[in-house]
């Protein structure tokens, strides 16, 4: 009986110790294990951490570039605003210059219109002139004409001086002097009567001294003239 017990005691125990040892492998594997996971996640949170570094100096970099970056817009900002300030001048310069042309332009086609206007009336008085000079060459022809005339007037009225001072030179004959016609040789009687030349102061019958003529440029009306005074003076 006792090695029985005996047995299932040393048995027992010979599965506890087994057991023991079984569990103390599992808990040294488990251990081991553990230990492993840890170096790994050291090791990852160093790399991590050297990441870290690696990414906040990278920042730290960037972020000092942008803000060189950010200076230099803000002061090519600055100049961009100060030549967009100079552009918007030179605009507004550009536009009153755009409005004086056009003003400019507006009096320039009024002046050309006017000189136009002046070339046209120009050419409108040349041509006057030209025939102002043609008319003025005809009248200067015409007065040379006239001019002549007068003169042949001046030459034939001296001539015709000369022979009225002759004719009034002569004077009339006495009518008891005269018995006949100076012309027909008719005696005159109491019938036939004697009639004077008014222009040359001789004896004709009435037949020989009918006809009248200005005698004398003082007088107007015609006075009984001999026919030979009549051709003479009528002539
Ligand atoms: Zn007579
Ligand atoms: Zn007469």
Redesign the pocket.
Known sequence: MKSYFEDISSKATYNIQNLFCNTTESLTQANQTADLQRENFEKQIASLEHELTNTQSDLESRTKKYEMQFLALTENLATVRGELKIAHEKLVDFEQIKREKADLQGRLTTSQDENRMFLERSLTSESRNEKLLLENGQLAKKNSDLESALQELAGEYQNLQIHTNKLTQRRWLNDQDVHE?M????LFTLTQRKHHCRNCGNI??D??SSKTAIVAAASKKPQRVCDQCFKELTS
């Open positions: 016609c012309k027909c040789n008719q004709f019958c037949t020989c």
